[in-house]
């Protein structure tokens, strides 16, 4: 069986290059301009440490740093051009923020153009399937900035849309849909753009065109669950995802992570107790778990937290009459169902409370919501604040900006089958043709 080779850009702390490299693809490099988040990369995907997944073939002419997509363009442009006919899949979704709804969605938003860069790789490389990940909101016209009455006049196309015209017009056939990474084992709900670009001339081999890669990846929904040994009528619930993890059944021990000061504390870990957290758990010894650092809560925080636990509706965002009861400023806190999947895992370690404990979750208890097996290892420090937040990746920012390496396993599945049956509609294209010079030859024998 053909291993089909990907690169990843803009890859954060390696989700999505996890999830490929699980759906049996072979990583060669990664861009990812964060040291920090580069770190738990390499970590996880370049160094000695021993893992259950391959590790990227890392090309000589790349140096193994963090790159930010500027320089590696400026630098080794034609490089990459020399890997023509040698990747068949190029990953990776520009950060997010400029598009999302949780945010001031503004078109001249400075992320937004990074796609933009995106397309000048695809343009060098030329691969024959592009995945590419963002938040819904890409698909949403931005807001200009205000005139001088205070009214903002809404764009008349979506980056989605711009970005679909730039791919179509060096080659490919585009198409996202919007699907929900909780249909695919992930605990958690979590509505993400997911576009695959495919060559048109690959594109032309197969009956609904790109489209065909979204009617496999439903296919593969069945057979990713089926193989990890996870419910298919059934969504993981938070109480499935993270029990094991609950600071109430265990005791505790000063945490020793390397990157965290001294005084904070961590679960002692006792063991899975589901499938899910069998599967989570698979390959990783009980003492080598990290990010399990808890946070340290004022006694009347940590009291705040108790009632909003015993008198607000969980899993259900606090409405303003609810956060006002409690003193809180903040427009976004959810108290978490312990019967339902998570509520979307973000940046912000205090957007999401405890379903049962008055506190945070941890970096770890993140990560399992987010499909990170629990031998994946993150590096860096574990959360930062002020201005830094613009320019530092700590590990709860590169937990909620990764993409379910869960979703990602399928979507690589999707993106090989779709692959193999183009090759496949190509050499029955080639076989008929031969057939048909052939045909006058036997009449004329005959």
């Known amino acids: ?62 140096e193994q740093q963090a790159w930010s997509i500027d320089d590696l363009l400026e630098k080794h442009i034609e490089d990459l051009r020399q890997l023509q ?50 938040v819904p909101g890409m698909k949403v016209a931005h807001l200009s900035k205000p005139g001088q009455e205070g009214d903002r006049e809404k764009a008349s196309e979506s980056y989605y849309d711009k970005l679909k015209k730039s791919l179509e017009a060096i080659g490919y056939e585009v198409h996202g849909e919007i699907v929900d990474a909780s249909r695919f084992g992930v605990p958690q709900r979590r509505s993400r753009l997911i576009v695959i670009g495919l060559r048109k001339h690959l594109a032309s081999r197969l009956e609904a065109g790109v489209k065909r890669a979204f009617e496999v990846l439903e296919t593969k929904r069945g057979e990713l669950l089926a193989k990890h040994g996870l419910p298919r009528t059934k969504l993981i ?4 995802a993270i029990s094991d993890l609950l600071v109430g059944r265990t005791i505790t021990r000063p945490c020793t992570d390397p990157f965290s000061p001294s005084g904070f504390e ?21 003492d080598a778990m990290d990010s399990m650092r808890l946070v340290r809560h004022r006694d009347e925080i940590q009291a705040r937290f108790k009632r909003i636990i015993e008198e607000c509706t969980p899993g259900v965002r606090m409405n303003d009459e609810s956060r006002a009861r409690f003193g809180l400023k903040k427009h976004r806190i959810y108290p978490m169902s312990a019967w339902e999947p998570a509520p979307t895992i973000t940046t912000l370690p205090d957007d999401v409370l405890h379903y049962s404990e008055p506190r945070v979750l941890t970096v770890r208890e993140s990560a399992r919501l987010q ?17 830094r937040r613009t320019k ?42 031969l057939d048909t010079q052939h045909e006058p030859a036997v009449a004329a024998i005959a």
């Open 237 to 240: 619930s938070a109480q499935d």
């Open 266 to 286: 961590e679960a002692y870990y006792l063991g899975p107790r589901t499938p899910y957290q069998r599967f989570m758990h698979k390959h990783c010894r009980s």
């Open 85 to 134: 006919g040698q990747v068949q899949v190029l990953a990776g979704g520009p950060p997010c923020q400029g598009f999302s709804f949780a945010g001031r969605r503004q078109e001249d938003d400075p992320r937004n153009q990074l796609f933009e860069k995106y397309v000048q790789v695809v343009d060098a490389i030329k691969p024959s399937v592009l995945v590419l990940e963002n």
């Open 371 to 387: 499909s990170f097996p629990d031998w994946f290892r993150f590096r860096g420090k574990f959360t930062t604040g002020g201005e």
């Open 1 to 62: 069986m053909t291993q089909y080779k990907f690169v990843d850009l803009f890859s954060g702390c390696g989700g999505l290059s996890l999830g490929l490299t699980m759906a049996g693809l072979q990583g060669q490099f990664a861009v990812e301009r964060d040291p920090m988040a580069f770190s738990t990369f390499s970590d996880n995907f370049l160094g000695p440490r021993k893992v259950p997944v391959t590790k990227f073939a890392w090309p000589t002419w790349l």
């Open 392 to 433: 530092e990746c700590p590990r709860y920012t590169q937990v909620g900006n990764a993409v379910p390496p869960l979703l990602a396993e399928a979507v690589g599945l999707a993106v090989t089958s779709i692959l193999m049956e183009a090759g496949e509609a190509a050499r029955q294209q080639k076989q008929a043709q």
